[in-house]
């Protein structure tokens, strides 16, 4: 059975950082689109940053510059490093994976394109 669980949210000043956490369980694709989605109340989910099973990783423009993708294979866990947060960053936090390549723009992808998810973490930015 294929469990995400995120961890790691929580509520910072403009400019702090947060790492996001997802520990992965099943998830045994060798070929995989592993993706962080944020969610504001009331808004479509949208993407953010996206790694695939080649090793490439793709940022939203909105965050390029700020956070980083990455994953331990050992644990396994996919990991985003947030930097520089701004109040527009608050959201809820997402990972999400499945088998299938990642759109060439992180924007582009789709709440629907992904049967793997985990419950999300919320993510608060005061100014």
């Known amino acids: 059975q294929v469990q995400f669980v995120e961890s790691g949210g929580g509520s910072v000043q403009a400019g702090g950082s947060l790492r996001l956490s997802c520990a992965t369980t099943g998830f045994t694709y060798s070929t995989y689109c592993m993706t962080w989605f944020r969610q504001v109340s009331g808004k479509e989910r949208e993407g953010v940053a996206s790694l695939d099973s080649d090793g490439i990783k793709r940022y939203a423009d909105f965050v390029k510059g700020r956070f980083t993708i990455s994953k331990d294979v050992d644990t396994p866990t996919l990991y985003l490093e947030m930097s520089e947060l701004r109040p527009e960053d608050t959201a809820t936090y997402f990972c999400?994976?499945?088998?299938?390549?990642?759109?060439?723009?992180?924007?582009?992808?789709?709440?629907?394109?992904?049967?793997?998810w985990g419950q999300g973490t919320q993510v608060s930015v005061s100014v």
């Open positions: 999400a994976a499945d088998f299938r390549w990642c759109p060439v723009r992180v924007e582009a992808s789709k709440e629907g394109d992904f049967a793997h």
